[in-house]
């Protein structure tokens, strides 16, 4: 059996085989030159894309970072805010209850010497009323 393509002047011009077609290693030749340059066009998208969204990236997270930031300042501010204005009620309270107690305290000296005074002038009454109070008491415990 003959080989009727191993010589070049055995190819058929009707084909669409000419002797003076390329040869297929220089067919690869272009086609991985194109591949590669292809790539490097691919490569350089997809780095200025990256780039791109890198900046955006970086873009927002100093816009996040002010924003927090600011609504840090404003949750500070009024964090003093309510800090000045509980010191000030407990201090307006711890006042009060000064006052309170000071005006409790004159009443039981009061209360005190109005007793005695009582005690001083009636004493046989002072000490009937004791003796039964404290009979009284006695059967409530006994219970």
């Known amino acids: 059996m003959s080989d009727t393509f191993a010589t070049p002047s055995s190819l058929d ?10 040869s297929v290693s220089q067919a690869a ?9 292809k790539t490097r066009e691919l490569v350089n998208a997809a780095s200025s894309q990256a780039a791109v969204l ?3 990236a970086v873009e927002s997270a100093n816009h996040f970072r002010d924003v927090a930031a600011e609504k840090a300042s404003q949750l500070k ?3 003093d805010a309510l800090k000045h ?19 409790t305290r004159v009443r039981a000296k009061e209360f005190h ?4 005074d009582y005690i001083r002038e ?7 009323g004791a003796l039964g109070v404290g009979f009284l008491i006695g059967l409530i415990l006994r219970r």
């Open 122 to 128: 009636n004493p046989t009454k002072s000490v009937l």
């Open 85 to 103: 204005a509980a010191a000030d009620r407990a201090q307006h309270l711890r006042e009060s209850a000064n006052e309170h107690w000071q005006d």
């Open 113 to 116: 010497v109005t007793a005695e």
């Open 54 to 56: 890198k900046d955006r």
């Open 29 to 37: 030749n272009d086609l991985r030159a194109a591949a590669g340059e």
């Open 13 to 22: 011009p009707e084909a669409g085989f000419t002797q003076a077609s390329p």
């Open 77 to 79: 501010e009024k964090a």
